[in-house]
């Protein structure tokens, strides 16, 4: 029995012109996603010519734009993939559809599958991490979120109690974790003065490792208003050398003898399916007196999903 050829969609297949073109999205386990369209209106397969296309939001040159082709995948249906191995710079990512010469459209979500994202623990590697979450934006457009670090520190389960954060997190994109989580500290900067920071002992436990911040620490440099401590994991030789997010940058392109160190990390949580993390991962706030008033200090992950943690007036 010979299996029909996958139809392509034609221009008779047109939806309105009132109802979003959609894409299904469904991740995989190392981190690709795939893309389907239904009902597209394609030219002459002849003349094939169909792309999805990803645009790095705030980008107004355009220099930053990702083309993957579109190719059948069923009656009615055509499929574009995102490896892994693709590793978008971070930011923002709007989602459109090109065909033949036709002004590029933007997509609406379909369906998404990313439950492979979930809990995700990525292979040995010394290339830059890269994830890629796909979410609906407020105007009901398709959208990615990457990130690309080199190492990163992914955050874990974190405690509030007796006015101490206890944090556990795991240290991945580096040839010797032990060696590098050797005499490691947690660094609590202050954002309004970068001068200022306070740091913890770290117990490492191969690539895992634990610290507790005592918010007293932070709360004795309040002065009014609200400050912001940002925390990163930084090695015992820690200098002046590039972050995790600015050495996978220039690690995406470079031979791994030219990789620049990285001596400090940003500690965040991007390993799972949730795009923004900050509505989602509430933590009590604990009031706490000091020579200027009481305060609230309150953990919490920023826009980016990096960890913070918040001191204001209570």
């Not at 200098?239 to 160190?261: L, M, T």
Request: charged share 25%.
């Amino acid at each position: 029995m010979t299996t029909p050829p996958a139809q392509l969609p034609t221009p008779a297949s047109r939806p309105e012109a009132s109802a979003p073109l959609r894409a299904d999205s469904v991740a995989d386990s190392a981190g690709g996603l795939t893309f389907d369209i239904v009902d597209l209106a394609l030219p002459d397969p002849a003349d094939w010519n169909a792309a999805l296309v990803l645009r790095l939001r705030g980008d107004a040159e355009g220099a930053d734009e990702v083309r993957l082709p579109l190719s059948p995948a069923g009656e009615r249906r055509v499929r574009a993939v995102l490896p892994s191995t693709v590793a978008l710079p971070e930011g923002r990512w709007d989602v459109y559809v090109a065909v033949g010469d036709e002004r590029p459209r933007r997509l609406a979500p379909g369906l998404n599958d990313l439950r492979s994202l979930v809990d995700r623990r990525p292979g040995p590697s010394l290339s830059p991490l890269a994830v890629c979450i796909p979410y609906t934006t407020k105007h009901g457009n398709l959208s990615l979120r990457s990130w690309l670090r080199a190492p990163h520190a992914e955050a874990g389960e974190l405690r509030v109690a007796d006015g101490t954060l206890t944090g556990r997190g795991r240290l991945y994109r580096v040839e010797r974790p032990v060696a590098w989580l050797s005499g490691a500290v947690v660094r609590a900067r202050l954002r309004r003065d970068p001068s200022v920071a306070h740091e913890v002992p770290v117990t490492a436990d191969c690539a895992d490792f634990d610290f507790s911040l005592a918010y007293a620490d932070l709360a004795a440099h309040w002065d009014g208003g609200q400050d912001v401590w940002d925390l990163w994991l930084a090695r015992a030789d820690e200098g002046e050398e590039a972050d995790g997010r600015a050495a996978a940058e220039a690690a995406a392109e470079a031979a791994p003898a030219d990789r620049p160190p990285a001596t400090r990390v940003r500690i965040a949580r991007i390993l799972d399916d949730v795009v923004d993390k900050k509505p989602v991962f509430a933590y009590p706030a604990l009031s706490l007196s000091t020579d200027r008033g009481t305060v609230r200090v309150t953990p919490y992950y920023t826009a980016d999903n990096d960890l913070s943690v918040r001191v204001e007036g209570a």
